[in-house]
């Protein structure tokens, strides 16, 4: 693994595929919790990694309406269970299991 995810910072580029415009969407991970924003909402809570498993807890979610919440609910649903940390020399990051896969660039 290039490196430790704590105090680190990542701009969302892809859900399953499917590209999220805009440096406001984006994954922070301080030295136990994480914050992402996806589209119009933010969660944050929780996460260990072992080895190159992170498993995030229960994590909490501001519930504002939006026009197109596809990306924030299908990545909601991908850290609820246990993502496999998959590295591209340290500059992108995909974090994936079954229920689908995120993919992030590093931002300085």
Known sequence: MPGNLANTNWIVE??????????NNFV???E???SARF?????NG???????TLSAGALAAT????PDM???QTASRILSQPVTLVWDSGERLTLGNGNGSIVLKRSI
């Open 39 to 43: 589209g119009c909402n933010t969660m």
């Open 14 to 23: 892809s859900v399953n595929g499917q590209p999220v415009a805009g440096p």
């Open 28 to 30: 922070r991970f301080t």
């Open 46 to 52: 929780r996460y260990v990694v072992t080895g190159a």
């Open 63 to 66: 519930r504002m309406a939006c």
């Open 32 to 34: 136990d919790r994480l």
């Open 70 to 72: 596809a990306a924030e």
